[in-house]
């Protein structure tokens, strides 16, 4: 409470800068007005000096002193009004809006809206490992946005998205190189979300994400000479759907965007997800595995062995590893269950055919934080592409006795990837991730796939995959948390039957908190075992960036 001229102005934080800038508004004129009085008093006063009698000049004079005195203070709080008015208007420009608490009437204006990137479920309901305070993985945790203008006021409209960048290192044996890319891990991008409230517990609204991904980091090779083309980036739509959201019964979202059993290999609370993560192929999926010494391959017509010199270009990274990431996004309609007890069931029908199901949980326990994820997916009816090349990247071109599986290009620039999606099989996915408070974490992902289709060769697939993480994450820096991690992960069967594909990775990120900016670095060794044409050298890829958020 501060006490102006007898008046007392009470500061709370339930009163608001601009209801106090209006009430100190009001005092100043109730104080100008009465220094106007006060002066016409003074007035009075001075005639009066020459009706009374001589006796009575003493007290009139006494009298003059005590309003001019009144008037010299009045004037005094008047300024002191004014500035503090001047104060609270620099304090309106600096101040950021919070959310007020409970839920927002539905003729509310100048609604906070609170985002919730990736699946986005509106503001009534929350995936269970965001209700628990821990975030999707790979996606920054639900903060406050003030609404953007919008041609229509019943809808609120925020904008948020991230730019994320790398310096990209690799080494396959025989060449080296250093690319510029876009992290696909968590690609440039950039969400437009859209949401009313019809009801005091039910939310309608848009959601509308896209991304702009220069050199997308999967899909460079290391022997090109030129980034890919400015022409040829073109903006790609992530999620462009509608969602209602209710409390008691859960989310509906009709268009494109996240299937059910999207994210839920991802489950990651080791803070170095940014840096890497179980998509191996997201770092250096275009990258070639190169032969040690000449081999035979399958490259002939009725599959005919060709000779395949020391030095050609094997397979890419992203023909032997995938994420198993279930039937990822597609147009699709989902529903979601409200969360009971931290747990909630996704299911969602794909257009085409194919449908999937996930059990999501996030729960704290004691010292523990732990969210964990279980999918099963159907995409048979989805017709599986035959490989090209089976597979290879490319064989250098003219090798005499030989045949060029890359076609002229003895130097491809952009690698050959196979169908690696679910496409014509059965699919199930899962993951879990365990944060002590010490820092320590643990995580765990794998799948397995039962497909319709055989090898290149004609040899029946088990594709399966199999993804450890160990973490420690500590505050080190007053600036922002440090998160260390190494991991495994052990590939089979993705392209051709007897493939196993093995990564050893260490990775290291450092949030600046004030900029909202991650700091990432990460060093991957690769490994290729194949039954048929010859041994590969192992491939090293290295990256720095940065991803920051808006």
Avoid: C
């Avoid at 992290?183 to 949401?195: A, Y």
């Avoid at 000449?294 to 010199?309: E, F, Q």
């Amino acid at each position: 409470m501060r006490i102006f001229g007898g008046l007392a102005v009470i500061e709370t934080g339930k009163r608001t800068s601009a209801a106090r800038t209006r009430e100190i508004r009001r005092t100043i004129a109730q104080r100008a007005r009465k220094a106007a009085r006060l002066a016409v008093r003074s007035g009075v006063a001075a005639s009066l000096l020459w009706a009374f009698p001589a006796q009575a000049a003493e007290n009139v004079t006494t009298l003059l002193r005590q309003l001019t005195a009144r008037l010299d203070q009045d004037r005094a709080q008047i300024d002191g009004l004014k500035r503090q008015v001047d104060e609270l208007q620099k304090q309106l420009g600096q101040s950021a809006m919070t959310p007020a608490p409970g839920v927002p009437a539905p003729d509310a204006r100048n609604v906070v809206v609170i985002q919730q990137p990736g699946n986005l479920p509106g503001r009534s309901v929350g995936p269970p490992n965001t209700q628990s305070g821990i975030e999707t993985p790979g996606g920054p945790p639900p903060e406050p946005a003030a609404p953007i203008s919008s041609a229509r006021d019943k809808i609120k409209v925020s904008l948020s998205g991230q730019v994320d960048r790398a310096l990209l290192y690799g080494n396959d044996g025989r060449s080296n190189a250093i690319r510029n890319v876009d992290n696909i891990i968590s690609s440039t991008r950039f969400r437009l979300v859209g949401e009313g409230r019809v009801a005091p517990d039910t939310t309608l609204g848009t959601n509308l994400e896209m991304e702009l991904r220069p050199n997308l980091s999967n899909q460079q090779t290391i022997t090109q000479n030129l980034p890919q083309a400015a022409g040829n980036v073109f903006p790609t739509v992530r999620q462009a759907e509608l969602f209602v959201a209710g409390l008691g019964w859960g989310d509906v979202r009709l268009g494109f965007g996240s299937t059910a059993s999207y994210l839920t290999n991802e489950f990651d609370l080791s803070g170095s997800f940014i840096g890497h993560y179980v998509g191996i192929a997201e770092q250096d999926g275009g990258f070639a595995f190169r032969q040690r010494h000449a081999a035979l391959v399958p490259g002939g017509a009725g599959r005919k062995l060709v000779l395949s010199p020391a030095g050609a270009f094997g397979p890419a990274v992203g023909s032997v590893f995938n994420n198993f990431g279930g039937l990822g996004r597609d147009d699709r309609i989902r529903y979601d269950t409200p969360v009971w007890e931290g747990l909630q069931v996704s299911t969602s029908y794909v257009d085409g055919g194919s449908y999937d199901a996930a059990l999501r949980m996030g729960r704290t326990i004691g010292e523990f934080r732990v969210i964990a994820a279980v999918a099963g997916a159907d995409a048979t009816h989805r017709n599986h592409t035959p490989v090209a090349n089976l597979g290879y990247a490319g064989v250098p071109a003219g090798f005499i006795g030989g045949a060029s599986l890359g076609g002229v290009n003895a130097n491809p620039s952009g690698p050959n990837l196979p169908d690696v999606t679910p496409n014509g099989s059965r699919h199930f996915d899962g993951s879990f991730s365990v944060l002590h408070d010490s820092g320590v974490s643990f995580t765990m992902s794998g799948g397995v796939r039962d497909p319709r289709y055989l090898d290149p060769l004609g040899k029946k697939l088990s594709p399966n995959l199999l993804y450890t993480k160990l973490g420690y994450q500590h505050d080190f820096f007053p600036f922002g948390r440090t998160a260390v991690s190494v991991d495994f992960a052990k590939q089979d069967e993705v392209t051709f039957a007897g493939d196993t594909a093995r990564s050893y990775a260490v990775a290291l990120v450092q949030n600046i908190d004030a900029a909202s900016t991650e700091l990432f670095a990460s060093a991957a060794y690769q490994t290729l075992n194949r039954n048929l044409g010859g041994s590969f050298h192992p491939i090293l890829a290295a990256w720095t960036g940065a991803r920051v958020r808006f």
